[in-house]
C-alpha cells in the first residue's frame, strides 16, 4: 500500500510539556507523515460538551463507574484523530498516544499492519500482547495479526481504517464508558480489532511524569472497583464470545 494513503496522528495535550521531547523523538521516527492532535483538556472540558457526549448506563453490560472529565476528554481526542482519517481521505491513519516509544520489533509489526490494512480493517498494537488469545488472520516475518478476544485494553498504538473510523464516530457520538473498553464492543461499534503481535511500542509515561487521565482514588473506592472491575470483564468476554 502506498504510503501516502496513511498518515499518522499523535495525540498530545498542550499543557504536559514534559512530553515534547518525546513527541518529536516519536514523530522523527515514524515511517510516515505525522500530524501532532491537540488533545481535549479535561480541566476546561466545557459541562455543556460533557452533558452531549457522556451517558451512563448506555449499553450493556453496564459500565460500573462514572467517567471522570479526563477520561471523556481522552475519548474525544480519539474521536479527533478518528475524524480527521475521515476528513483527510486516507486509507488508514495511525493513532498513537504522547507516551508511546517505538522497540525493535516495530519494524515487522508496521510492515504487519501495513501490509494487512484495509479501510474497513481496525489493527491494535499493543503494549502488552502477552495478554491476549486469538485467531491468526495474518503472518509476515517475525510478526502476526490476531483477532483478539476479548480485545485487549489501552489504546496506545491502532492503525484504523477510514471505513473504520467513521463507524467509530457514528457508533460513539454519545458515550457511556472510557475509549479502550468502547472498542471492545465489537456488538456496538460494527468493528472487530484486531492485533498484531509483537507490538512493537511500550508505554512509558512513568518516564514522563505520569498518566495525564489516572486520578487518586480513596481505599473504600479502589477496593470497590477491584471488586467490579472482573465482573464487568467477565460479562465483556461472555459477549465476545458469543460474536465469534
Same mark, same amino acid.
Given at each position: 500500500?502506498?504510503?501516502?494513503t496513511?498518515?499518522?496522528?499523535?495525540?498530545? %495535550?498542550? @499543557?504536559?510539556?514534559?512530553?515534547r521531547?518525546?513527541?518529536?523523538?516519536?514523530?522523527?521516527?515514524?515511517?510516515v507523515?505525522?500530524?501532532i492532535? #491537540?488533545? +481535549?483538556?479535561g480541566r476546561?472540558?466545557d459541562k455543556?460538551?460533557?452533558?452531549?457526549v457522556?451517558?451512563r448506563h448506555?449499553?450493556?453490560p453496564?459500565?460500573p463507574?462514572? =467517567?471522570?472529565?479526563?477520561e471523556?476528554a481522552?475519548?474525544?481526542?480519539?474521536?479527533?484523530?478518528?475524524?480527521?482519517? +475521515?476528513?483527510? #481521505?486516507?486509507?488508514?491513519g495511525?493513532v498513537i498516544?504522547?507516551?508511546?516509544?517505538?522497540?525493535?520489533? $516495530?519494524?515487522?509489526?508496521?510492515?504487519?499492519a501495513?501490509?494487512?490494512?484495509?479501510?474497513? @480493517? $481496525?489493527?491494535? =498494537?499493543? $503494549?502488552r500482547?502477552?495478554r491476549?488469545r486469538g485467531?491468526e488472520?495474518f503472518r509476515?516475518?517475525?510478526?502476526?495479526?490476531?483477532?483478539?478476544?476479548?480485545?485487549?485494553?489501552?489504546?496506545?498504538?491502532?492503525? +484504523?481504517?477510514c #471505513?473504520?473510523?467513521?463507524r467509530?464516530? &457514528?457508533?460513539?457520538?454519545? $458515550?457511556?464508558?472510557? !475509549?479502550?473498553? *468502547?472498542?471492545?464492543? *465489537?456488538? !456496538? *461499534?460494527?468493528v472487530i480489532? =484486531?492485533?498484531?503481535?509483537?507490538?512493537g511500542?511500550?508505554?512509558? &509515561?512513568v518516564?514522563?511524569?505520569?498518566s495525564t487521565?489516572?486520578?487518586? @482514588?480513596?481505599?473504600a473506592?479502589?477496593? !470497590?472497583?477491584?471488586? %467490579?472491575?472482573?465482573?464487568? @470483564?467477565m460479562?465483556v468476554?461472555?459477549?465476545?464470545?458469543k460474536?465469534?
Open positions: 500500500m502506498p504510503s501516502e496513511i498518515k499518522a496522528f499523535i495525540i498530545h %495535550l498542550e @499543557r504536559a510539556k514534559d512530553r521531547t518525546q513527541v518529536k523523538k516519536l514523530a522523527a521516527k515514524l515511517p507523515a505525522t500530524e492532535i #491537540d488533545a +481535549v483538556d476546561t472540558l455543556a460538551v460533557i452533558e452531549q457522556y451517558r448506555l449499553h450493556k453496564h459500565y463507574f462514572e =467517567l471522570s472529565t479526563s471523556i481522552c475519548f474525544l481526542s480519539h474521536r479527533k484523530a478518528w475524524q480527521a482519517i +475521515v476528513d483527510q #481521505d486516507l486509507i488508514a495511525l498516544e504522547d507516551d508511546v516509544a517505538l522497540n525493535k520489533d $516495530f519494524p515487522a509489526a508496521w510492515a504487519a501495513k501490509a494487512y490494512i484495509t479501510a474497513d @480493517r $481496525f489493527i491494535r =498494537l499493543p $503494549f500482547p502477552e491476549e485467531q488472520r509476515s516475518g517475525k510478526a502476526r495479526i490476531i483477532q483478539p478476544m476479548p480485545v485487549g485494553l489501552g489504546m496506545v498504538a491502532q492503525l +484504523v481504517g #471505513d473504520a473510523a467513521k467509530l464516530l &457514528s457508533a460513539t457520538e454519545q $458515550f457511556d464508558r472510557p !475509549v479502550d473498553t *468502547t472498542v471492545q464492543m *465489537t456488538w !456496538v *461499534t460494527g480489532p =484486531l492485533s498484531v503481535h509483537p507490538g511500542v511500550q508505554e512509558v &509515561s518516564r514522563l511524569g505520569g487521565i489516572q486520578q487518586k @482514588r480513596s481505599i473506592n479502589r477496593l !470497590v472497583r477491584e471488586v %467490579l472491575r472482573p465482573l464487568y @470483564r460479562r468476554k461472555r459477549n465476545s464470545q460474536q465469534n
